[in-house]
């Protein structure tokens, strides 16, 4: 590998001993023009601490490229290219020579000239995208122009910062000449390699190759799922005029989950670990990325789980296939309706009848006490005894709240006394909690609209950086890099609702009952 730095001097890259030795060099000078400053106002110190870091951050980033066209000429090194090459997912043409410029953490520019295997032949899948490879890059990490760690900063601003603008600002006080495009191209390249990795994930869960871990042995586990709101972007077609395209806007829910420890109390482990994920997606694709996180971290060998989420249907209709698919023993698992939730609902009913407003006050507490108390029966049948006259239209609000809390009763899920007595937590303020660190102050604002694609992107990375997965999930993207640069990261969920699954295994009971009828008359006819 060959090296030339591009800054604001064009020159060739030394060892690194003598970029050491110019650097000290340069610091000396650097430490008497600070002296100087402080002495004639020590109110200089600020903008002396500032340029210190400034020029620390410029000579290590010298060093850095120094030892990275050094190590390049190891036989070590070039060993590992050369199985890099030879260990790629799809098969690569012969390395030629070419030139590009590149990014290290200080952000200091080098041109190099290094090899490049392009793609050979044609994929038999139509879907798949194909990407030449560099692999000097890739045995250090890169991520296409990028150093691993400068694409870690670069993601981590962008997405801790309100806007791309703002992260590009922070950026240059940190001394890196950058534009917003590029760090909106680095933070969404990351975002996608993620999404990618993710996808690896959940499908070799689902071919039964995921090994599981051990995070969660001996843990009381709660589980959480909810959706958010935010605005999705979709161009019109493109004018000849050449202007900015139009666009229209939609409301997207995205869907996120959330697993973390809980004490005897049902409060969070102080200094625990917790996992966070998210989706635009299907449920379906969500139930999926829920039982592959589940095993990763060893379900199977925690104390016990708890599912908490709000009444949302697209929810309680997958818990079920998650646990089957874990084979979770039903002794260890809960099922809990968020109680503010199903206390939000008998205010709903509430409102239906004609009551005076200090009434229903009163009665609203009364019902939630109770509520509280487990006796979800009294609570349905004092609200019957006082809406009589609502029950007739079955298709009234009053009628489908009566509904709601009668179906979750039956279901067991509004157990709040044994819950209590469990330790377990009885409401979602986690999942809210996540809601809006994940999505609303960064995702969601006024005038905010995302495309799909960066929208997704920008939800995983902000998932992992909040939760406690970040460097374990990059330090596996940089791995993954080693073997493919695929970046597909949708995939097709099947249908795990489950109703489906009723009337799947119906129709399998009524295919085998139909067999053994057959093979009866076969055997009453010999």
């Known amino acids: 590998m060959d090296a030339q730095m591009t800054n604001n001097e064009v020159r060739t890259v030394k060892t690194p001993s003598e970029e050491l030795a110019l650097f000290f060099s340069d610091a000396h000078e650097l430490i008497r023009q600070c002296e100087q400053q402080l002495r004639h106002s020590p109110s200089n110190f600020r903008r002396v601490e500032r340029k210190l870091c400034q020029a620390f951050r410029k000579g290590s980033g010298n060093i850095a490229a120094a030892l990275l066209v050094a190590s390049s000429k190891d036989s070590a090194t070039s060993d590992k290219v050369e199985d890099i090459q030879q260990s790629s997912a799809h098969p690569l043409r012969k390395p030629v020579l070419q030139t590009l410029v590149i990014r290290l953490l200080s952000g200091l520019l080098l041109q190099v000239t290094i090899l490049y295997c392009a793609p050979k032949g044609k994929s038999s899948d139509a879907t798949e995208v194909r990407t030449g490879l560099y692999p000097e890059l890739a045995a250090y990490g890169f991520a296409k122009k990028s150093s691993a ?38 933070a969404t390249q990351c975002g996608t390699s993620l999404l990618a990795l993710r996808r690896v994930m959940v499908q070799s869960f689902l071919s039964g190759t995921l090994k599981s871990g051990n995070e969660l042995a001996g843990e009381h586990v709660v589980v959480s799922t909810d959706g958010g709101r935010m605005k999705h972007r979709k161009n019109k077609a493109q004018n000849r005029s050449g202007k900015h395209p139009k666009y229209h806007t939609e409301w997207r829910e995205p869907k996120l989950i959330i697993i973390y420890i809980v004490d005897a109390n049902g409060k969070k482990k102080k200094k ?68 503010y939730h199903a206390a939000h609902h008998i205010g709903l009913a509430l409102a239906e009848i004609d009551l005076p407003e200090d009434e229903r006050r009163r009665l609203y507490q009364e019902l939630r006490s109770e509520l509280r108390q487990s ?138 009952n139909a067999e053994k009828q057959r093979k009866t008359q076969i055997k009453n006819r010999e």
């Open 272 to 339: 625990s670990r917790f996992w966070l994920d998210g989706t635009f997606l299907g449920p379906d694709n969500l139930a999926e990325m829920l039982a592959a996180w589940l095993f990763r971290l060893g379900i199977t060998r925690a104390a016990s789980v708890t599912f908490i989420a709000d009444g949302a249907p697209w929810i309680w209709d997958r818990f079920d296939w998650v646990v089957e698919q874990l084979k979770l023993p039903k002794e260890k698992v809960e099922y809990v309706l968020d109680f």
């Open 375 to 512: 006796r979800w029966q009294s609570v349905v049948g004092r609200l019957e005894a006082l809406g009589g006259s609502l029950l007739s239209a079955e298709d009234s609000i009053f009628c489908r709240e009566l509904r709601f809390l009668r179906k979750h009763g039956e279901s067991g899920h509004l157990n709040y006394v044994k819950y209590t007595r469990r330790g377990l937590p009885k409401g979602s303020g986690a999942m809210e909690s996540a809601v809006r660190r994940v999505i609303n102050l960064r995702l969601k604002g006024n005038g905010m609209f995302w495309t799909p694609e960066n929208a997704e992107s920008m939800l995983q990375v902000r998932c992992q950086l909040l939760s406690s997965e970040w460097d374990v999930r990059m330090e596996e993207l940089y791995q993954h890099r080693l073997r493919t640069r695929r970046s597909e990261w949708q995939w097709q969920a099947t249908d795990r609702s489950r109703k489906t699954r009723n009337e799947t295994k119906t129709e399998e009971n009524g295919y085998r």
């Open 149 to 186: 760690a400068f694409e870690e900063e670069v993601t981590r601003k962008a997405a801790l910062c309100p806007s791309f603008e703002l992260a590009t600002q922070e950026l240059e006080r940190d001394g890196v000449d950058i534009n917003v495009k590029e760090v909106r191209r680095v």
